[in-house]
């Protein structure tokens, strides 16, 4: 069974950082793309990156592109995501997920992602 276990968020003042982590286990990790995703309060959950099982290709929301960086380390089955610069609008609930099928590709969209961590909670004050 996949597991994935997401720590490093917490409260931090506009213009900070933070690092987010996420533990996987229970599949060969470098065979997966993996993904960030966020939920506001009163929003749906919107992308905010990706990257592929070699780590090659990394995509980026538009809304986080140039202050965020998403990497991996396959030998400990982990995926990072560095976030700068942020803003209030950053404030939400930030998810780690994996897709159901090993690929090639960094995928963008929630519904091809099927495990998902329980999320950490990102607050930036202003």
């Known amino acids: 069974q996949v597991q994935l276990v997401e720590s490093g968020g917490g409260l931090v003042q506009a213009g900070g950082s933070l690092r987010l982590s996420c533990a996987a286990a229970g599949r060969t990790f470098s065979h997966y793309a993996m993904g960030?995703?966020?939920?506001?309060?009163?929003?749906?959950?919107?992308?905010?990156?990706?990257?592929?099982?070699?780590?090659?290709?990394?995509y980026y929301a538009d809304s986080v592109k140039g202050r965020f960086a998403i990497s991996r380390d396959n030998a400990k089955s982990a995926v990072y995501l560095q976030m700068n610069s942020l803003k209030p609008e950053d404030t939400a609930v930030y998810y780690c997920a994996t897709p159901d099928r090993a690929s090639y590709s960094a995928p963008r969209y929630e519904n091809e992602y099927g495990y998902w961590g329980q999320g950490t909670q990102v607050t930036v004050s202003s």
């Not at 990156?49 to 990394?58: L, P, V």
């Open 36 to 58: 960030w995703f966020r939920q506001a309060p009163g929003k749906e959950r919107e992308f905010v990156a990706t990257i592929s099982r070699s780590g090659a290709f990394t």
